[in-house]
């Protein structure tokens, strides 16, 4: 799994969640730069994208689309790409991920429960 945000609070409490409560490694990316060059070194790894979409750099939609044709390109298997945003309600951004081909989306602050679910319905936990 990797977990892209620009705040490093995200980052580590996200990551400390899914390691001490569902024992699911997870790696980190500050920018979408950093995530699709992370992607392109480990893309077998990584079934789970938690993707920031307001970020410096390269934002997560920008990231988003980089990854897909990425691995499309390259006959790679797909990640699926979860959007994190404060604005889920928001009829424009939903549409905007659903366009950079994010595949879900979860409010923030992400709750445990959230993140369960999510594991539960890609089959990463029983």
Do not use: W
Not at 61 to 82: D, G, K, M, T
Not at 98 to 115: C, V
Not at 116 to 123: E, M, R, S
């Amino acid at each position: 799994m990797l977990i892209v945000d620009d705040n490093v609070f995200n980052l580590t409490s996200l990551s400390m969640m899914l390691e001490l409560k569902f024992k699911v490694k997870s790696m980190t990316a500050p920018n979408g730069e950093i995530a699709f060059n992370k992607v392109k070194e480990k893309n077998k790894q990584i079934l789970l994208i938690l993707m920031d979409i307001e970020m410096p750099v390269m934002n997560g939609f920008q990231s988003s689309r980089a990854i897909i044709s990425y691995c499309e390109e390259n006959s790679l298997r797909l990640p699926y790409i979860v959007a994190l945003t404060a604005n889920e309600q928001n009829k424009s951004i939903k549409d905007k991920c659903q366009e950079a081909g994010m595949q879900d989306i979860l409010a923030k602050p992400i709750r445990s429960n959230e993140i369960t679910a999510l594991l539960h319905k890609l089959k990463m936990i029983n």
